[in-house]
């Protein structure tokens, strides 16, 4: 069975501060993985995937086949990007059951 | 572009009762996936339809259940309800069907049951 980890509810950082949103899967075949987001009072929304290789927002994100794990990094945070940020693993070849993580809450402080 | 739209927002029922949430996708777009959404679940996918067709379903009892219209405007009923169905659904719409095709999420529908 496809799995989605998030082991931290809550992250508090400090603007400027690098972040890591840490996200690790389980999954016999090759995955899709995405991240995303739900800033307050927003709709949930995507933030990037890893088979696109973008950056956005200046977060990224790096596919770790080896560890199983979608990180999602920033080097430097900043206060808008509090929100709750979701890891999510979809199946490929045909098999589309998207698997969501519990999600993180990333407090950005000034 | 209008958004994906939810009706209704807000939603009261009782047990036993039935239920139908209706979703409008993105103009154009033909694939439209139903999530359940629980403080103790996180986010769950319940189905996705594309052309009037269930396509994919998730692990959830037959007292959910779709359809898809022609025009790709989706519903969402659930008989019987419980308790535990109380919750937030969100609908999303997509282009396609492929694993990578960006989702757009509607705003839900918060159900309660009493």
């Known amino acids: 069975a496809q799995r989605v980890t998030q082991p931290e509810k809550l992250l508090s950082v400090f603007k400027g501060a690098p972040v890591e949103l840490k996200c690790n899967y389980s999954y016999s075949g090759s995955p899709e993985l995405f991240w995303y987001v739900q800033y307050s009072r927003q709709r949930l929304q995507l933030l990037l995937r890893?088979?696109s290789r973008e950056s956005i927002k200046g977060f990224t994100a790096d596919l770790n086949k080896g560890e199983t794990s979608f990180h999602l990094k920033k080097p430097f945070a900043q206060e808008e990007d509090s929100a709750m940020y979701y890891c999510a693993l979809s199946g490929s070849g045909g098999s589309y059951i998207p698997t969501f993580g519990r999600g993180t809450s990333l407090i950005v402080h000034p | 572009k209008a958004g994906v739209t939810q009706t209704p927002r807000y939603l009261i029922k009782t047990r036993g009762q039935q239920v139908t949430l209706s979703c409008s996708p993105i103009s154009g777009h033909r694939s439209v996936s139903w999530y359940q959404q629980t403080p103790g679940q996180g986010l769950q996918f319940l189905f996705e339809?594309?052309?009037?067709?269930?396509?994919n379903k998730g692990n959830f009892p037959g007292r959910f259940s779709g359809r898809q219209f022609s025009n790709s405007r989706s519903e969402m009923n659930v008989s019987t309800l419980e308790l535990g169905d109380s919750a937030l659904y969100l609908c999303?719409?997509?282009?396609?069907?492929?694993?990578?095709?960006?989702?757009?999420f509607g705003p839900g529908t918060r159900l309660t049951v009493l």
């Open positions: 999303a719409s997509s282009l396609l069907t492929t694993e990578t095709d960006t989702q757009y």
């Open positions: 339809y594309f052309s009037e067709t269930q396509r």
């Open positions: 890893h088979i």
